[in-house]
């Protein structure tokens, strides 16, 4: 089994920043893959970034290139996703993933397990 709790989530007004925070606990995930997908009311649960445990490689969907960035602490088992730049497009709850396949995958069908979400509102 593997636990993961969300936290860092708020208000902010356009262009803030905001840093979520994804810990992780049960299994060993050397060689998983750790992602993050957002959900607005009334959308499909999209893609956002994702990261290997094992070397560090990442993916980002292209809303978010070049704003957000995926990185991972593993003395700290935990997973964060920095967010600059936001906009009120990035409302929306933000959910941790864990895929126990090695590669990257942005469908969230391929991910085991999940947190249950922190919320994110920037405001414009």
């Known amino acids: 089994q593997v636990q993961l709790v969300e936290s860092g989530g708020g208000l902010v007004q356009a262009g803030g920043s905001l840093r979520l925070s994804c810990a992780v606990s049960?299994?060993?995930?050397?060689?998983?893959?750790m992602g993050w997908f957002r959900q607005a009311p009334g959308k499909e649960r999209e893609f956002v970034a994702a990261?290997?445990?094992?070397?560090?490689?990442?993916a980002y969907a292209d809303s978010v290139k070049g704003r957000f960035t995926i990185s991972r602490d593993n003395a700290k088992n935990t997973v964060y996703l920095q967010m600059n730049s936001l906009k009120p497009e990035d409302t929306a709850v933000y959910y941790c993933?864990?895929?126990?396949?090695?590669?990257?995958?942005?469908?969230?069908?391929?991910?085991?397990?999940w947190g249950r979400g922190t919320q994110v509102t920037v405001s414009s």
């Open positions: 993933a864990a895929d126990l396949r090695s590669q990257i995958a942005t469908r969230f069908r391929a991910y085991d397990y």
């Open positions: 049960g299994r060993t995930l050397s060689r998983y893959v």
């Open positions: 990261i290997t445990w094992s070397d560090g490689s990442t």
